[in-house]
């Protein structure tokens, strides 16, 4: 299995850059490998493609399964096993969101959680719980976030994502709106009340 000019440059291009991404070169190559492939590939295949030993393919499809990154295949009348990677790259975006949650911000968050119910022994371990404070906040704000990006379809998460600038401009307009209202408030509070005329005489009977 030979690949195409433009195929070799994109999956060398990944394979460079899984160190920088977490990965090594081997699992970024035949992720990539996955990727741009028009069929499901065994494990033959990726080595012969790539020149890797049947271990390391082995090895890289195991930690690439591990991450729900590819999708295990069996054709009609072949006891191979055969992978894919998804075709939708908004599926890869959050399976990719939801793993590195996972393994890397929930065990943060949880550390987090434990430090800030400790009692601060001195001044200057409240002035560390403050500032895991604004760092338990900031990643639980994230992760919220990223909650509700799990939920969405990838039409609307496209939609989302094309807004761009405007949701800044959107969110500008709306503090406007909202400190205009309060100030709309105050000014009624202390504002002086309104001078009402005297009441009617009644005219009593002197007789």
Known sequence: MNLAPLTQRFVLHFGEMG???????TVGQIYAL????????NADDIGEALAFSRSNVSMGL??????????LQHLPNDRREYFQ???????IFRTLAEERRKREIDPTLSMLRDALMEQPSGADDI???????QMHDLIELMTGWLADVQKMDSATLVSL???????????QATDKVASSVKAGFKGL?????????????VETDRS
């Open 62 to 71: 195991k930690e690439l399964q591990s991450w729900n990154l590819v999708r």
């Open 34 to 41: 996955l990727y741009v492939s028009p069929r499901a590939l």
């Open 85 to 91: 990677a998804p075709e939708d790259v908004w599926v």
């Open 127 to 133: 002035h560390a719980q403050a500032r895991m404070k």
């Open 19 to 25: 160190s920088r991404w977490g990965i090594n070169r």
């Open 189 to 201: 509070s202390t504002a002086s009340p309104a001078v009402l005329p005297p009441p009617p005489l």
């Open 161 to 171: 994502m094309k807004m761009g600038a405007k949701v800044q401009k959107l969110l």
